[in-house]
């Protein structure tokens, strides 16, 4: 519980890190903790690091201003220090003044410390390309934790009293697979289009309260294997000894299945198949006691006990990694540098305290990035008491969970379900998520792993569709995760 409250745990993320890259990621670091809010006295750890951060100060205004006999005393480098900082703050719509206890250089002189070069860069920073950043990355389906049949339906707009005012704009081609098109399998290309929208449809098998079974075509399946699990991690990743150092091998393949247990065993294997050793981390967990809990019982719950829960969302209480691992993050962390929930990177460096890695997807890719441990709880807590973990927000993903795909624009899919999908349009979700047939490939099999399938389960409300029309004859249809909107 005190290693919870102990903010000496984001100095030393700073130490750690002062020896791998600039400074000027230093400043970033301490940010994203600020951003994060998981410091409880950030006026501390500030004092105990803002040398470190202040470190290339000097040598950058000598620079700027052509000075090169300039010194500059302790209390200037903070000024200077903080005004870096405030602009990488202000660049998230945040302030140092978002920080009472923080020191804020009331009486520095702005247009002259506005000379220096570093924060000349960060005030040329595109507002507008973060804001669509922001658009593309949360445009996602909305998911319905636990929901139920009449959860999911009665969740989407247009079953909102203001469907009325809306009004549907249609798209019409598959934008994904027409990306990747060639002559010769035009055909081919607009038959597996059409074939994914009638799963998304639920014109496909016959339906019973939304759930259908149907069949994959063989030239999707994998059906020779003795282990399932090497089969769809060789089909993916082929070679992946040969190219577990090469981030764009990562960036654009991964194994999808509909449960975290089944993430989970991926992942497991895909990290024994690496070279090298590799580091554990342990979160440190207890019970919120700020939230109302009804039974004191709950406040003193075993930390054994908290230690094995999970839930979507939530990062597991141990990671496993290597150098090269390629992960996810679980949480908005800073916008500004292309971490957002979703966000693929490879790590480059690992200590006890910090991660560094390099980013894979987005617009960002190719960004070098420090990821500290963060403090974090379930948006939705599947317990009667909400659970406080501190933990790094991230997941291997090599292999993910099929909601955790959606905004994923993937080359190479191996869709593996040993238990078959749950939720609404999931189905669709994992199928529509590659660029060509011909990198999509499906492992299905029995919980037992002793019968191997040709057939899975597709779920699809049909109430979800109310008010919509099929827009025949075009090669794409809108669906509710794929529609804009706009007010008349």
Known sequence: MGFLQDDREFVEPIKEAKDWGTTHYLRKLFVLMLLTGTMNKPEEVWDQTWHWLADDIVYHYRKSTTNTELHLDDDHLKKLALLEIEQLLQVNKKSLKDYPLMSYPKD??????????????????????????????????????????????????????????????????????????????????????????????????????????????????????????????????????????????????????????????????????????????????????????????????????LNTLTTSGLPNHCIKMKIGTSIMLLRNLDQTQGLCNGTRLIVTRLAKHIIAAQIISGKNVGHNVYIPRMSMSPSQSPWPFKLLRRQFSIILSYAMTINMSQGQSLSTVGLYLPKPVFSHDQLYVALSRVKSKKRLKVLIHDKDKTKKLTSTTNVVFKEVFKNLTRNIGNNYQYKTNFIKFAVK
């Open 108 to 305: 520095a002189n702005w247009p002259s410390y506005l000379d220096n070069s570093l924060i000349l860069s960060e005030l040329n920073y595109n507002n507008d390309k973060v804001t669509s950043e922001f658009l593309h990355l949360f445009s996602r389906m909305t998911v319905i934790l636990r929901g139920n049949h009449s959860d999911t339906v009665n969740a989407t707009i247009n079953s909102s009293y203001l469907w009325d005012y809306y009004r549907v704009l249609t798209l019409t081609k598959n934008m994904c697979l027409q990306s990747n098109i060639q002559t010769t399998d035009e055909q081919e290309t607009a038959t597996f289009a059409q074939w994914i929208l009638d799963i998304g449809d639920g014109i496909i098998g016959h339906q019973n309260n939304g759930y259908a079974t149907i069949e994959i075509p063989k030239d999707l399946l994998i059906t020779k294997y003795d282990d399932p699990i090497h089969a769809i991690v060789n089909s993916t990743f082929p070679n992946l000894c040969q190219h577990h150092s090469n981030p764009k091998f990562f960036q654009s393949r991964a194994i999808l299945a509909s449960t975290n247990e089944t993430v989970q065993h991926v992942n497991d294997y895909i990290l024994s198949l690496i070279l090298g050793e590799h580091m554990e981390y342990l979160s440190s967990d207890l019970v919120d006691k700020s939230e109302t809990i009804e039974s004191c019982h709950f406040r003193s719950l075993p930390i054994e006990f």
